[in-house]
């Protein structure tokens, strides 16, 4: 037989046997099936990943409107008296208030006067004992409550979820919380309770906390509570992540204090300089520092280097104060 009509034969032979390979063998020995069932199942993962995001994503979304709704609704409240006193822990009426404001005000003025013999820096003094004065000691005493709160504000959340997995109500752990826990959470829970009896909804009664203690931590347990009405979900689960999540913003504030610590001290240290050094020069020298405030050119001086030590502080404060 001529060689040339046997090499023809055999890449007929290995053609017919490849295009059996290729066609032929997947369709008897199951691996088609196996890539449609692969390609199946991977197709049904994808659906569900894609799923999952989507949900992810209007929760994301629900959540961001709802931090807009109260971000909104807080803006749009104005603080009044009453609510100052509130926040500050005082249970004090307005008329005790004013009367306060204004006994203060009228000794810090009779006691400029009377140093001074200047009507204008009395009147100057008594706006400042009767306005300033007092505003500051709410806001000093509002921030210490609202510290306090939240120190304790996770061990009280860890009541809910504790109630909630035992199979209590949500209303009933809040009752614990406003019976057992101790000041401030004890009365700004309170507050809730009776609100809940006054026929509001969970939800609705814990969105008054957010006016009451304005801090973003009560805003979250808020949205929770919130979502958790609408959307349904673990509220044991959730509330259980937004106490760890508290617990580590306090860590982290912690941390944040050690390390700008040297640096408020520095600060400290600078802003109070020029006093020291001017009260050490008043004892040793007295007539040498006395002309800062004798002379019109003292004076101005003094009012100047008092503007730019405003300033200075002000900067310096910025610098080492920080948003948790």
Wanted: glycine residues 8%; proline residues 3%.
């Amino acid at each position: 037989m001529d060689i040339h009509v046997l090499a023809l034969a055999a890449l007929v032979a290995f053609a017919v046997g490849g295009l059996a390979f290729v066609f032929v063998y997947p369709l008897l020995s199951g691996e088609r099936k196996a890539e449609k069932r692969q390609a199946a199942l991977t197709l049904g993962l994808t659906k569900r990943a894609i799923d999952k995001q989507a949900d992810a994503a209007a929760r994301r979304k629900q959540i961001t409107e709802h931090l807009k709704e109260i971000e909104t609704r807080n803006s749009r409240k104005r603080v009044t008296l009453e609510g100052r006193l509130t926040r500050a822990g005082l249970k004090w009426s307005r008329r005790r208030f004013l009367i306060l404001a204004t006994i203060s005000g009228t000794g810090f003025g009779a006691l400029l006067f009377f140093v001074e013999g200047n009507l204008y820096v009395a009147f100057a003094a008594a706006l400042v004992g009767a306005a300033g004065l007092p505003l500051w000691a709410l806001k000093f005493l509002a921030k210490r409550r609202l510290k306090k709160f939240v120190t304790l504000f996770p061990d009280a959340i860890d009541v809910i979820v504790r109630g909630v997995r035992a199979g209590l109500p949500i209303g009933d752990c809040l009752r614990i919380i406003a019976t057992e826990t101790a000041e401030p959470v004890r009365s700004a829970f309170r507050q809730v309770v009776e609100a809940q009896s006054m026929g509001l909804s969970v939800a609705e009664a814990v969105d008054r906390l957010v006016t009451q203690v304005p801090i973003s931590e009560t805003s979250f347990f808020s949205i929770v509570i919130a979502i958790q009405q609408k959307a349904g979900g673990s509220l044991s689960e959730a509330l259980a992540n937004l106490s760890s999540v508290l617990r580590e913003r306090k860590k982290m504030e912690g941390k944040i204090k050690a390390l700008s610590s040297e640096a408020k001290a520095s600060a400290t240290i600078i802003g109070s300089l020029p006093f020291v050094v001017g009260g050490l020069v008043y004892l040793t020298s007295p007539k040498y520092i006395e002309l800062l405030w004798t002379t019109p050119t003292g004076q101005l001086v003094m009012a100047g280097s008092a503007i730019w030590m405003a300033v200075g502080i002000s900067v310096m404060k910025k610098m080492v104060s920080f948003d948790f």
